[in-house]
């Protein structure tokens, strides 16, 4: 009976164990430490980044297709059989003829291969495919640096989600002080009833603030998994602070803003266009002119009359063999058709002309905001500390009575501003380096 509960419990207790260790498979936790290894799970994990790189292998396969479609003969395998189930009959002089066989197979096999000359423009199939290629090979780096855009964006969303988190625990930690230091003068009959109310409202006012602050700082770890592609159970701890990193080496702004106008992924791509559809003008005018073609055919036939076994059938084979031409004679249909690639292949240059004119913008606007933001962390940096000095003494003359409850509070309101405010103005700096690097593609 002893061994049976015995057994019972072990039972059990190896059936939490289960529980607890599928529990623990099933929500695994990342550690953080740096932008870098965020960004490197990224091109690792993101689904964005994934299909641009199939988009790549395809079009890749896609090159492979038309080499082999255009410098490789197209053979083709046909073979039928017919019954004949009524057969045309001829009366001659009274004597009916029967013309044909019960049964036939005929078997072919065709050969043909394009000569490139005249209208069979095949290097420019070929070319236009190569194009393409590249085109889906600039269009993965595109992705890649959106991706690390994101990712950077969200990693320093995180922490400053983190750092105004940290603020308002400072905060409500100084409040909950204030408060205890005059309900204690309160109580001797020191500080007023109003400023006992005034230190009490003003720490169930923070209380709400850093709850919504933790909120939106879980809701930051989980958009920034959701970029860098990792499931959505898994726990992200990043183990990094905002900090204001000024060793970047930047080019001069008239050097950046020139190298990213002419050499941006979505220039080089809008060039890679207009190259096609300068291809696609070269193969429509080649409509005008004659397509010839070599061309091949063997067969294979036999026709019998019931009463034979197929392996008994006679085969007759024939072989020819000669040069073929095609010809489209409308004209004016062919003519339409080059204007529209004409047109746009001007279409092609228009647009890069204003991409490249929108990219100096976006550059021109990255390199102020990033000015801006280097110049607001070193005037609320210096803010902070004497802040956090005003606030200090502002503390110790309440408590010798040269002060009262509202230049207290007035001075913790003016610390807490000042931090947020540095951390806001670090975040502004990392978020216009990264647009900067993204421009840059580093």
């Known amino acids: 009976m002893i061994n049976i509960k ?46 641009a790189r199939y988009d790549q292998m395809i079009a890749e396969e896609k090159v492979s297709e038309v080499y082999s479609e255009n410098l490789l003969p197209t ?17 001659i002089f009274g004597e009916k003829i029967e ?58 969303g995180v922490l400053l989600s983190k750092a105004v988190v940290d603020v308002n625990e400072i905060t409500y930690t100084n409040a909950q002080e204030n408060f205890r230091v005059v309900e204690s003068r309160f109580r001797n009959g020191v500080a007023t009833e109003f400023d006992f109310l005034r230190a009490r409202v003003k720490v169930e006012n923070v209380r709400p603030v850093l709850l ?7 809701i930051s770890k989980k958009l920034f998994s959701n970029a860098i592609g990792l499931k959505v159970n898994d726990e992200i701890e990043i183990l990094d602070s905002l900090q204001y990193d000024s060793t970047e080496v930047w080019e ?14 979505t220039v080089r791509q809008l060039k890679l266009n207009k190259k096609i559809s300068q291809e696609l003008v070269n193969v429509d005018k080649a409509n005008y002119l004659p397509k010839l073609f070599l061309f091949g055919q063997y067969s294979l036939i036999s026709q019998e009359n019931d009463g034979q076994s197929l392996t008994n059938y006679r085969f007759f084979n024939t072989l020819n063999a000669g040069l073929g031409l095609s010809w489209d004679l409308n004209l004016f249909r062919n003519s339409y058709k080059v204007a529209q ?5 001007k279409k092609s240059e228009e647009q890069i002309r204003d991409v490249k004119q929108k990219l100096k913008l976006r550059s021109e606007t990255a390199i102020i905001a990033l000015e801006d933001a280097k110049q607001r962390i070193l005037s609320t940096k210096e803010t902070v500390t004497l802040a956090e000095r005003g606030l200090e003494l502002a503390n110790k003359s309440y408590i010798e009575g040269v002060l009262n409850q509202i230049d207290v509070q007035d001075a913790e309101l003016t610390l807490y501003n000042s931090r947020l405010g540095y951390y806001q103005a670090v975040f502004d700096y990392q978020i216009a380096k990264s647009e900067l690097e993204k421009l840059l593609e580093k």
């Open 6 to 51: 015995f057994r019972y419990i072990n039972l059990i207790l190896f059936a939490i164990l289960i529980f607890f260790s599928g529990d623990v498979r099933s929500q695994q936790k990342r550690i953080i430490t740096s932008v870098e290894q965020a960004i490197s799970l990224a091109m690792k994990d993101n689904s964005d980044v994934i299909n």
């Open 99 to 156: 013309i044909g066989s019960d049964n036939a197979l005929t078997t072919t096999l065709n050969a043909t291969e394009p000569i490139p000359v005249l209208g069979t423009p095949v290097f420019s199939g070929i070319r236009i495919a190569e194009y393409y290629s590249k085109i889906q090979q600039e269009n993965v780096e595109s992705v890649e640096n959106d991706v690390r855009n994101t990712v950077k964006n969200s990693y320093f």
């Open 252 to 265: 001069s702004t008239d050097v950046m803003i020139d190298r990213i106008s002419e050499e941006y992924v």
């Open 75 to 91: 053979i083709t395998l046909n073979s039928n059989y017919s019954r004949s189930f009524k057969k045309q009959v001829f009366d």
């Open 341 to 345: 690639s004409e047109i746009e292949v």
């Open 212 to 218: 919504k602050s933790e909120r939106d700082f879980e």
